[in-house]
């Protein structure tokens, strides 16, 4: 793309920027967000074979508003890519988006997912919307599983969904169980189902989400499932914080162009990926994508590693006043927290090959990085989920080999210490997350320890260790 200094910026859409030719739509995405742009479509633009004629187009979804769907509709699904480093950014416009939907428009959702040329489905809705249990166990008595059981019962018939007054279903998976029954109707073969959500096993929660919804709903469906949909985990990795607004104003001074939306993102990115692409795939490789036959330490890695100190700084660092994590990193206090984290999650990740110490270094380049304004407050979004997974599986490790997990349980102290006298919190769980966060004081601290994790509530030296720390941090 041409750079100019323009005083009017034009508009930016297919006949205005020169772009090459929008490719077919094989790629299915649901929770159109900045990750999505950032890392999928990212990757898939730098793996065709021939820049001057890409194959692999996605058809986008938004996975509740629709504001940023239409907005990218306005532009034939363009927007501009800042890469912001330390020193200085990098702009590229992404062509990928063929098509850019807001979530009610699941007619076409149905119509792309049974659609033989459709060959993979990615996933990015945040983490609460798998709607599991414990143990990432299909829930059918969640109440929005339940909504949606109620509403496919009333319109299925013989494998056929049918409109009906139920109604559509609301949920991620929800959808998708339809878009899937039809394909089966159509005999239109696989496809892979990959989710780029921070879950441990995210392969297993989609797979649960989704073929448990469509066994409840009808046997015949879940078997066929079971048997062509393919799960595929991922370990997905780039910083992508929400766009701030003056944004819109370097784009249009940089490159000339109107752009409504862009996204910013850091330089560094990483997709591991295990699983089987019955319809086949983009060579996301040529990217750099990595594949690998065991992708758990790997997951364990990011998880625990990156995403537990954003959720330990989160808490910790609002709990002293900073509001993104390169504040937060830059406070000795923190930083000796996370460091103290980092050493506790080490312990258990041991696998050949995993890096730790240089992993470590480039998580410290990658959080101070002052031009990215990544807000604690977005991170500390869903805590009662993201703990679950980021937090309490290095207490647990740390305890069953005999240590404390002081840093560990520093981590959902924090939790514990932010939700203090808060009445409200943004949280997909925060009727559970308030109940017990107001409970008398002698019964909080189990209280919320026990929406996290049901045994380690049991643990009276855990309860007390995180009492201490809660103490400690106000
Ligand atoms: N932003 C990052 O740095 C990053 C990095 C790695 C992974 N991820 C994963 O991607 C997810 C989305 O991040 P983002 O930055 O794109 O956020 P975003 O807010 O820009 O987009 C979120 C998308 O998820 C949809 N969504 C939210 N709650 C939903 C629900 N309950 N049901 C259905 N759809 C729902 C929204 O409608 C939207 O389409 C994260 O939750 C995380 O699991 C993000
Ligand atoms: O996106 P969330 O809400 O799951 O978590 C917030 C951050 O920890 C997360 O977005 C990281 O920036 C990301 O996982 C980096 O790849």
Redesign the pocket.
Known sequence: MTTSNTIEPRPFNRSTVDVPPAPQPRLVHIGLGA?HRAHQLWYTQHSEDDAAHPQWGYASFSGRSADLANALQSQDGLYTLVERGPDSDEYEVINGIVEAHPAENVSRLWELLAAPSTAVLTITV??AAYNLGEGLAFDAAQSAVAADLETLNASFADGVFGLSEAGVPATMAGKVVVGLAERRRQNAGGLAVVSC??LSANDVAAHNAIQGLAAAVDPELGAWVEENVSFVATS??????RTEDSVLADVARETGYTDQVPVVTEPFRSWVLQGEFPAGRPDWEKAGAEFVADIEPFERR?LWL??GS??LM?YAGQLRGHATVAEAIGDPVCRAWVEEFWDEAAQHLTTPGLDIPDYRDALLDRFSNPRIA?NLA??A??GST?LQMRAVPVLKAEREAGRPGTAAARAIAAWLAYLDGRTEVSDARSELVLEASQKPADERVRALIAVLDAELAQQEDVVDQINGLVNELR
């Open positions: 990750f945040t983490e959500d921070n997905i990795d780039r910083i992508t914080p990011k990156l995403n954003h959720s989160a990544h977005q991170i979004m869903d993201k």
